[in-house]
């Protein structure tokens, strides 16, 4: 039997005068999942200027990432 860890994280999205709106709390099985879920976030028309914050269950931060880079590292994965 294989059992499978997933954990919850809070996706947070950070306008560029620092204030924070919660996106959305997912759980989710790996990096991978939480990288394709940032570039998601990162392709809406308002992310641009803002930052992407991905906190843990317990609130240790996981990814903290601009929009625009996520976005140019998601571009660089699919090549």
Request: a positive charge; charged letters at 20%; proline letters at 1%.
């Amino acid at each position: 039997m294989v059992k499978v860890v997933v954990t919850l994280y809070h996706f947070h999205i950070i306008d560029a005068d620092g204030g924070r709106r919660e996106a959305q709390s997912l759980r989710l099985p790996n990096i991978d999942a939480v990288w394709a879920q940032i570039a998601a976030l990162a392709g809406a028309r308002d992310a641009e200027g803002r930052h992407i914050r991905v906190t843990n269950e317990a609130g240790g931060i996981v990814v903290l990432v601009g929009a625009s880079t996520a976005r140019r590292l998601q571009s660089l994965r699919a090549a």
